[in-house]
């Protein structure tokens, strides 16, 4: 039986250095040194990257009462909830269901109305459905002591089909 030789083993591209042509006359090589100049303080640059960021001048306060909105969303939650177990498909889109709350209207204060925690949970811990048409209002906090000015208020909205459905702003009565 022949020997078997042993395979070499290649270094990954990103590890090799960068590869210079060969130059023939003395310009050239001053490119070259050129070039590599160039390359390493890009390098350097790179690595050493600002991390800081800045403020934007001269802004104001905003006034909480103009802040008090309502709007209409669809929230796809089936690729939120792709890859999830079974047991904890509803608890789990109710938590993404706060954190889209949050992300949308802006406040850590998130309050659910208890016809759309049924409305999730309605065809069982792993039936959820795959999008939920929900109208999110931002409202005053008007709770003595309250940490802060404004809530979100998540409720269900009865729609036959929520598919293509876009946000829409609604005037509260």
Known sequence: MPAMSKARR???SWLKAPVFHTFRNSSDFAAQAQTRQLITTNRDKSSK?????KKPAGKTQRSAIADVVAREYT?????????VSFKKRAPKAIKEIKAFATLSMGTTDVRLDPQLNKKVWEAGIKGVPFRLRVRISRKR????GAKEK???YVQAVNVQNPKGLHTVVVEDA
């Open 150 to 152: 404004l809530y979100s």
């Open 49 to 53: 990257m600002s991390t800081t960021t």
């Open 10 to 12: 290649q270094e990954p």
């Open 75 to 83: 929230i796809h939650l089936h690729k939120r909830l792709h890859g």
């Open 141 to 144: 906090n008007d709770e003595e």
